[in-house]
Every structure is written in structure tokens, then in C-alpha cells.
């Protein structure tokens, strides 16, 4: 579950507070509802030192300039937290791909998984519109899962048809709808 004190085992009391801050509504520390979906993830990144984890990227050759500043711009975003760095690098034993591997999709493998080189696509999220999509992104690498999975999700979430078109009007298209709420 993720609870206040498992972001805090993994990631310090710091970003446990500023997510609180910022809304987030973590699992209850006595939570029983028999649902595991996980403390962020099984596995920590390595390379950390003084509650900061330093996380190595590589770009797939050829990745356009366009989609490189968009990625460091999310970089910037998470690594004001405190508690993460992202380096790039040309080789790195514990490194992910940040890529166009798919250009119709936008995806990340789920967390830290030890042997398994960790991928980025970046495919429409192509460039510094589509940044916060990369942060969520980003966030997924890191461990993080969606809102909606949590088991009491219906204590504060209400969503109606109506919301949904209003939604898909004002953000501009499907595309953009989908990146918020998948």
C-alpha cells in the first residue's frame, strides 16, 4: 500500500511532506482492505546516497532534440523534490532508455526492475506541451501508481458523463484526455 511512512522509508520525510502538501491522499497506515498494490515499488533505484537517488539515462541515438529538452524539462520538475537526480550518461550498468520507440503512445515500465533496462517512450509526447505527461511518466519509473487503484478511491473521487465532455472540450482532444487519466 502506499502509505505516508513507506514514502517516507523509500524517499525521506522531505517528499513525503511536500506530497502531502501538494494533495496527495495516501493509503491509511491500517489499511485492511486486503488490496497490496504495491509500497511504490518492490525494488529500490540504486545509487543512493544522503536520501537522493541518482538515476542514469541514456538517449536512443537519433532521438530528436525536441523530445531531449522535454525530457530534461521533466527532469527539472522531479528533481526539485530533493530526492531524485537524473544524469545522462553513455553507459550506466542501472540505466534507462529514453526513446520514440512507439509514436503513437506515451509509456514507461513500472519501477526499478534489477537486470531489465528501464524505457521511456517518449512517442507523442513529443515535445514541451506534453512535459507534465513526461513527469507522470517519470513517475511511473520511479514506482509511483495511479490514484484511481487506490481501494478508496470512491471517498474522494465523483466523475460524471458530463465532466468527461467537459474535460475532452477544454483540453484540446482525446489525446490529451487520455495522457491526464489513463
Known amino acids: 500500500m502506499v502509505t505516508k511512512s513507506a514514502i517516507k522509508a523509500n524517499y525521506g520525510e522531505t517528499f513525503a511532506e511536500s506530497l502531502e502538501a501538494g494533495g496527495f491522499i495516501f493509503f491509511p497506515e491500517d489499511s ?36 531531449k529538452v522535454a525530457a530534461r524539462a521533466a527532469h527539472v520538475i522531479l528533481e526539485k523534490s530533493g ?36 524505457v521511456i517512450n517518449l512517442g507523442w509526447c513529443n515535445d514541451l506541451q506534453f512535459v507534465a505527461s513526461i513527469v507522470h511518466e517519470h513517475l ?11 481501494p478508496d478511491r470512491n471517498d474522494f473521487i465523483q466523475f460524471t458523463t458530463y465532466q468527461f465532455r467537459m474535460m475532452l472540450s477544454t483540453i484540446g482532444g482525446r489525446r490529451q484526455l487520455l495522457a491526464l487519466t489513463h
Open 32 to 67: 485492511s482492505s486486503g488490496r497490496n498494490l504495491g509500497t511504490i515499488t518492490k525494488q529500490r533505484w540504486p545509487n543512493r546516497v544522503n536520501g537522493v537517488t541518482t538515476i542514469a539515462y541514456i538517449f536512443q541515438d537519433g532521438l530528436d532534440e525536441t523530445r
Open 83 to 118: 530526492v531524485v537526480n537524473f544524469v545522462e550518461r553513455t553507459f550506466e550498468n542501472e540505466v534507462f532508455f529514453i526513446g520514440n520507440y512507439d509514436s503513437e503512445s506515451c509509456y514507461v515500465r513500472l519501477g526499478y526492475n534489477p537486470g531489465y533496462p528501464g
Open 140 to 150: 511511473h519509473m520511479l514506482g509511483f501508481l495511479h490514484e484511481q487503484s487506490r
